[in-house]
T-cell receptor, first 117, second 111 residues
Framework: GAVVSQHPSWVICKSGTSVKIECRSLDFQATTMFWYRQFPKQSLMLMAT?????????EQGVEKDKFLINHASLTLSTLTVTSAHPEDSSFYIC?????????????FGPGTRLTVL | SQKIEQNSEALNIQEGKTATLTCNYTNYSPAYLQWYRQDPGRGPVFLLLIRENEKEKRKERLKVTFDTTLKQSLFHITASQPADSATYLC??????????FGAGTQVVVTP
């Protein structure tokens, strides 16, 4: 139970292009989904919190126009990195907290490795 | 400012021994504390959650203690196995439903 998937698992793109990452809760509905970024040898840093049907809440220092989040349904959230640059290269991980089940904590996806050339 | 500290040095341990990891925090009053496991290139996997009114929690070979006076949690892996080799993350809920993570401690279990 509490399975969260991410797609793609890795992506390489050219500088200036946009990349979309999908996060899905496969066997439960998620009230809230979270997006994290992790640089090598560092811990997870929360980027934003999204609730289905409402605007995402971004953490301080995270550009909302650069990292577009859409939480279209209780099982899907997307993160779009717009006009990506090499410094955006990182490991992006989403998590989901359940709506009626799996409400106790966050369950994480496997992550997406983004490399911007 | 809020801070979560985990031992940054890797813990090397022989198979069969008990690994003990520490998580200390400051300027938090968490309702609960959580431990996750993260393998290289993968997302964290939830292991255990312990609430502020619980002193100890166990799950198979894992044991977590939570001392809100000392502001510390200890995470034990008993009868460790090479498959337990990973980075273990401590996380606190900041009462807004958001998790703040420590930097993690790498555990290496050698046969």
């Amino acid at each position: 139970g509490a399975v969260v998937s991410q797609h793609p698992s890795w992506v390489i793109c050219k500088s200036g292009t946009s990349v979309k990452i999908e996060c899905r809760s496969l066997d439960f509905q998620a009230t809230t989904m979270f997006w994290y970024r992790q640089f090598p040898k560092q811990s997870l840093m929360l980027m934003a919190t999204s609730n289905e049907g409402s605007k995402a809440t971004y953490e301080q220092g995270v550009e909302k126009d650069k990292f577009l989040i859409n939480h279209a349904s209780l099982t899907l959230s997307t993160l779009t990195v717009t006009s990506a640059h090499p410094e955006d290269s990182s490991f992006y991980i989403c998590s989901a907290r359940g709506h009626q089940i799996y409400t106790d904590t966050q369950y994480f996806g496997p992550g997406t490795r983004l490399t911007v050339l | 400012s809020q801070k979560i500290e985990q031992n940054s040095e890797a813990l090397n341990i022989q198979e069969g021994k008990t690994a003990t990891l520490t998580c200390n925090y400051t300027n938090y009053s968490p309702a609960y504390l959580q431990w996750y496991r993260q393998d290289p290139g993968r997302g964290p996997v939830f292991l255990l959650l312990i609430r502020e009114n619980e002193k100890e929690k166990r799950k198979e070979r894992l044991k977590v203690t939570f001392d809100t006076t000392l502001k510390q949690s200890l995470f034990h892996i008993t009868a460790s196995q090479p498959a337990d080799s990973a980075t273990y993350l401590c996380a606190l809920d900041d009462s807004w439903g958001k998790l703040q993570f420590g930097a993690g401690t790498q555990v290496v279990v050698t046969p």
